[in-house]
């Protein structure tokens, strides 16, 4: 988040105020928005200044894990290399990383003044904002983004 923040101020010089709460499953539903108290993992924007993260990994990461065996030796390869730990085990925390930037992304909106007409446009711009940032500096990440188009629904 702080790369990205760094980068869209070189970038487009604008960068929103945002307090990110990283919050262990405890602290959860005590900041969470009311539509999300209940789904730990979830990272949103709670009112285009509060970001809600996890700390941790949980069950609701887990459940965007495909079937590995399922998948062409090819994907297997890209899966391993976003997804796989060191320990042999697999998290999907980079893949929300970049979620908890899309959410960033609505703040931008919000605090900049741009006027989103419908709904769809503002998921859009976030969406191109993620991109950006992972084409324009952490090409790494972006192997996560296209994972998750190449296995579709071959989850667990």
Known sequence: MEDAGKYFQEEIHFTPQ???????PRHWSAIAAPALKEVYGFPHNIDHVRLAIAAEDN???RSFLPLIDQLPPATVADVNKAYRNADGTYSMMPFFD?????EMGHSYTAQAGLKMHRKWMGELFCKHYVAHFCCGKATCTFTCLRNLSQYGNKRR
């Open 18 to 24: 945002t307090t990110l709460y990283i919050l262990a």
């Open 59 to 61: 069950d609701f990461w």
């Open 98 to 102: 970049l979620l908890a930037l899309h």
